[in-house]
């Protein structure tokens, strides 16, 4: 700490070069803190409730129906605890651009197997109660302003009533809150049982989109999957089982691979980085010859040397990493910039955490060749400098 005043004036020597590399790290790293928001608001599911549960669909593909009749066969297989199932209804309100996911459910079933969705006891009984009734995430009903007692008018593109409409209209009868931060609230939900009756004869009426199972131990998760998808081996609709994370995962990766995509755009973001600080601090060495020079002749020895180009090139990353860092974790608490688009948005601590590790590895990269070329300096070739 004694040459920290030594440290901090050799980067305010040319402010302007200093405050643009700042600035640049500054930019990354908010960068950074977005694609790990994006991210997450992508790839989230796979860290769900998760461990215990796994979900049953249609071997050939989602869009492929299965029979309600599956449900209690499944019930009976050893190592399942439980067993619900879902549908993909494929409403709009509105404007297709208000997109958000609606599914009919069977009330009780689905919320004694997803606990990480809290509903007060009042509305979980209206539900119960209310043939049309829906709950809605908070995040959507935010977003559209909805109250308990609304009826809202969604048209699905895929199921028809009996009298052809596409139109469906749900009294929303209460709102869910997520246990946990990462829960998505931005879903619909309604009672299966009014959707079966009021959908057109023939349109997958007794067929569902996709079980959800919760199996007894999750370290036989694995062999319960077999076990389910051998029961019904070589029917009608054969089923691929695997864990819900997974399955979450398989949906965001019909945008893409997340993963690779984020670490393409912030490994060039930070290759560029890079160079800008590294040509930074070498031009800074290459500047203060002399006077590094000047240091040697007094007694400061090379590891010394060393140490201040090397914290020089750390304080510089660090701060502009914390900076950055500090300023992603505010915009991306004020909420999904696209509207709503997106079942969770918000900057993971782990993510905080690794960005100010890169920051600090930034700054040992940057700063690892100045530092050692001011440490194999010459004390009589770097006078003949001054």
Known sequence: MKFAYLIWSNLRRKKTRTVLTLLSIVVAFILFGFLSAIKQALTGGVVLEGANRLIVRHKVSIIQLLPQSYQQRMQRIAGVAAATHQTWFGGIYQDPKNFFMQTPVVPEEFLDMHPEFVVPADQR???????????????????????????VPIKS???????GSFLWTFDVVGFYDGRDKNTDTTALFFRYDYFDEARRPGWGKGQVGWYTIRVTDPSRAAEVAKLVDAEFEN?????????????????ANQIGDIALITASILG????????VTGNTIS??????TGEL??????GFTNAQVLGL?????CLLALLGGIVGLGLAWFLTSRGDPTGGLLPLFFFPVHDVLIGVGLSLVLGLVTG?????????????????RI
Do not use: H, Y
Not at 125 to 149: M, P, Q, S
Not at 369 to 381: D, I, N
């Open 125 to 151: 009984k209206a539900w119960l109660e209310t043939r049309t009734g829906a709950i809605v995430g908070r995040k959507t009903a935010e977003r559209f302003n909805w109250k308990i007692g609304d009826k």
């Open 283 to 288: 031009q800074s060495v290459r500047e203060r």
């Open 309 to 313: 180009v090397l914290a020089e090139s």
């Open 157 to 163: 593109t895929i199921w028809s009533q009996k009298d």
């Open 235 to 251: 029917s009608s609709a054969e089923t691929k089982t695997e864990p819900e994370g997974a399955f979450v995962q398989s949906w």
């Open 268 to 275: 060039a973001v930070f290759f560029t980085i890079l160079l």
């Open 368 to 384: 690892l060749f100045p530092a050692l070329q001011a440490m194999r300096l010459r004390v009589a070739e770097a006078l003949r």
């Open 293 to 298: 020079g000047v240091l040697k002749a007094i």
